[in-house]
């Protein structure tokens, strides 16, 4: 767990970050204190009424690892459980093990390689809304509490960074 100095010292840095991409570089040097070596990810919803009602649209917004995941990428959702938790419900989804994220993510193929093996996704709400999700895949088993902690505060930093 790490002290609460280093907490309030990334408010005040992220109360100074004169852009998107210092801030975001600011919030994955962070989870890498927090949770060691991690890919990190926000997805904007781009969902329109014109898209089918069983499906999410997702639009890559940051990306720690650009060359595999890369910014402005798209995906489409279907209904599953990850959805429903972090869309319908507006609560946190948490994955351990390599089953349950090829269970969860029909995008695993490209995360094998990378060695992750877990995964924390909060939703971002504005009323009661998901508009985005903050996404750490960690090369672990099992995430402990602080952990999941530490990435919901940090999500909660990064959403005035979203438009």
Not at 12 to 30: N, T, W
Not at 62 to 78: I, N
């Amino acid at each position: 767990m790490l002290p609460v100095s280093l907490y309030a010292n990334l408010f005040d840095v992220l109360s100074e970050a004169g852009s998107v991409d210092v801030a975001m570089r600011q919030i994955e040097a962070f989870l890498r204190l927090v949770a060691g070596p991690v890919t990190f990810s926000i997805n904007l919803n781009v969902t329109t009424a014109d898209d089918p009602r069983n499906e999410i649209q997702l639009q890559r917004f940051y990306s720690s690892h650009g060359r595999e995941f890369p910014v402005a990428g798209r995906k489409r959702k279907l209904l599953s459980n990850w959805t429903r938790t972090l869309f319908l419900e507006g609560q946190v989804f948490v994955a351990e093990g390599g089953a349950a994220l090829a269970e969860t993510f029909d995008d695993y193929d490209r995360m094998a390689p990378l060695g992750l093996n877990a995964a924390i996704n909060v939703p971002i709400l504005r009323g009661d809304q998901c508009i985005a999700t903050f996404n750490v895949f960690g090369k672990r088993g099992h995430w402990l509490e602080h952990e999941v902690l530490a990435v919901r505060v940090l999500a909660m930093l990064a959403a005035r960074w979203l438009n």
